[in-house]
């Protein structure tokens, strides 16, 4: 089995501004985090941090709310909808982040839904990336209002050779 | 829900600059296949298609829906991976899924996510009308010449998802 967990955050009583994995072994081949958030307020965005570094982020994202559908880009390490839709909505997201401790520039997919059984929720498609060539040791996920306790997120390697 | 085992089935790193790239002889033993590919096109902005057991007749039906937003459908003798130039001369991510690819009873279907930070993203829902299972699948731009070709150094790593 070549999937592996390497650590779960689950968050407690009083909820956590931050989720962080550090430490993060540079043989394996793939990252890929599963997210379950809830924000404290009424913002859902999610600031990415890999190794530290905040900067030198860029994406692109389509989202759509069950009536209208809209695409975008940007320029910094913010994600919408990841922390998910209210204190008792989370999200259901995963990050894939292929290549992770190469020596290129590093591009990732972020797949997100809030379904609430609403009529108005949110389903985000994230491709990012992180204009940065070295290995990713560290991710930590920040909250815009904080997350809320059970909040969980777990990381997993994958290796594309195949174990003896 | 398969068990999302991700057993490495094959690999490839591009050394040069290629037009093509497949994996045949591909194990019947799981449920679902996974296509990670890491990497980007050389210069110009081409795109990538798939074709399946080495089939180029006119059975591939493909619906995207990109970050303008839009959505369109395209069909022919390939299956489509994403925008025009979703990935030129820009490190990228494109996972595809093989859902029930050893089946005989019935055709296939394809979901592919695809972007990069600077360029395009989108995602496309392909079906292939054949139900042979899948024993090879390939991977290639839409043009065989410099500049639109996969730039060295991408990875393509093919993964069995047990059912």
């Known amino acids: ?164 | 829900m398969p068990t999302p085992t991700y057993i490495p089935i094959a690999t490839t790193t591009l050394a040069s600059a290629t037009y093509s790239a497949s994996f045949s002889g591909i194990t019947q033993s799981y449920r679902d296949l996974v296509l990670v590919l890491s990497g980007k096109c050389d210069v110009n902005a081409a795109t990538l298609q798939m074709i399946l057991n080495n089939n180029t007749g006119y059975n591939y039906y493909t619906v995207v829906f990109d970050q303008g937003p839009s959505s369109y459908q395209d069909e022919g003798n390939y299956m489509r991976i994403g925008t025009a130039g979703w990935w030129t001369n820009q490190q990228a991510t494109m996972i595809a899924t093989l859902n029930d690819y050893s089946t005989t009873d019935r055709t296939k279907q394809v979901l592919v996510r695809y972007g990069s930070g600077t360029t395009k993203m989108g995602f496309t829902l392909g079906h292939y009308n054949q139900s042979a299972a899948i024993s090879t699948v390939t991977v290639r731009t839409d043009y065989n010449g410099a500049g639109y070709l996969m730039a060295a150094g991408t990875t393509l790593t093919l993964y069995g998802i047990a059912g």
């Open chain 1, 1 to 164: 089995m070549s999937m592996k967990l390497i650590g779960t955050v689950t968050v407690g009583a009083g909820g956590a501004a931050t989720i962080a994995f550090s430490g993060i072994p540079s043989t394996e081949t793939d990252l890929v985090l599963s997210v379950s958030l809830a924000p404290s307020a009424g913002n859902n965005n999610v600031l990415l941090s890999f190794n530290g570094s905040s900067t030198s982020f860029s994406s692109q994202y389509i989202y759509g709310t069950g009536s209208a559908t809209t695409g975008g880009t940007r320029s910094d390490n913010v994600f919408g909808a990841l922390a998910g839709l209210s204190t008792t909505v989370f999200s259901n997201a995963q990050i894939y982040i292929p290549n992770y401790a190469g020596a290129t520039n590093k591009s990732f997919a972020i797949d997100t839904v809030t379904e609430n059984n609403a009529t108005v929720s949110f389903q985000w498609l994230h491709s990012g990336q992180w204009s940065n060539t070295a290995a990713i040791n560290s991710i930590t996920l920040t909250a815009a209002d904080s997350f809320v306790q059970n909040s969980v997120v777990s990381l997993y390697t994958i290796n594309k050779v195949a174990s003896a």
